[in-house]
């Protein structure tokens, strides 16, 4: 299985779809029907959790506890609920395109049987990551351990999935240069972003907060891609995927949930297309060779480079090479050869005087880099 680290290839066929923020009000396994097979490239899934609940949960103080006790969470047994993973799975898998993934939400009651069915209609895991919530919901009766925490499976659609997008890089880089963990610790939807009702109570009973699904589109997706979403609820999904520049496709069942996410999507303005460009590193990007920064004249035939403490200078060759006492050659060897190491990137070891100062020259590289951009 290989993985593109930064997003697919610009190349990667995209099917044109008449969708941008859609939200239809359904059974999620019908209306999937409305998508083209191979039309998906990432899928976020909160299913029902099927709790289970037993009568109303109190406090000490002997108050009732608002728990999620709707009909859409209810199932008549193990076996209906198995079924019904079975079915929205299998719908979602159709209009997945062979290098989509899926992300699946829930909590001890249900993920265990959701996985166990992920797995036997040959999804591929890729890991799973536990969200662990800031600020949970005690354990009021006091015995077991608080449920701080859900687990999230990530999935690619096939065992033999090809350049599925992890955006590594990106996510490395936004984490001080470590890499991105597996367990994220966020807090629950609270305070203005959580939607209320006309009588002032939150309007979904497990609204999903924005910066866990930014995290999971920003991870896996790029700008332009479609993001499913079967059980949309109140829009989260759908809201952030359009401040992040994808489009959305997103199912609910409950007519009032889907009205309030619609409303809720279509108020969100989409961030800077310049923020959302795809994160590329120099191993992605295009090569250029130092003599193309002499045949653009950025550099002068005969030229001085020096470190950036001017300890060391070099000449530059009208071919492109540079010249340190009698020895020539890259810019990289004499960058080495001047220190006397073995090795040295002439990129960030050498400068050139500009009318801005002492300039590096990879920054005159990035400068043909952007000009051979095809965008």
Sequence with gaps: MSVSRRGASKRAPRVSLKVAESIVTGD????????????????????PYNLQLQGDLKRPDDSRVDAVDDAWDKFASFQAYDDFTRAWLLACRRVMKPAATLWVIGSYHNIFRVGSIVQDLGFWILNDVVWRKLNPMPNFRGRRFTNAHETMIWAARDPGARGYTFNYEA???????????????????????????????????TQKPEGLLARVILSSSRPGDLVLDP???????????KRLGRRFFGVEREAAYAKAAARRIAAVEPLPEASLAPFVTARDAPRVPFSALVERGLVDAGAILVDARRRHKAMVRPDGAVTLGGAVGSIHRIGALAQGLEACNGWTFWHVETAKGLTPIDTLRARVRAEMDPR
């Excluded at 029907?33 to 976020?44: E, I, N, P, W």
């Excluded at 059980?231 to 995927?241: P, R, S």
């Design 28 to 47: 999620c396994v019908a209306e999937m029907t409305r998508l083209a097979a191979g039309s998906v490239d990432l899928v976020f899934a909160d299913p």
């Design 171 to 205: 996510l490395k880089a936004g984490n001080e240069d470590v890499q991105a963990r597996s367990d994220w610790t966020l807090p629950l939807c609270t305070g203005d972003e959580r939607l209320k009702g006309g009588d002032g109570k939150k309007l979904h009973p």
């Design 231 to 241: 059980f949309c609820g109140t829009g989260t999904t759908g809201a952030v995927a």
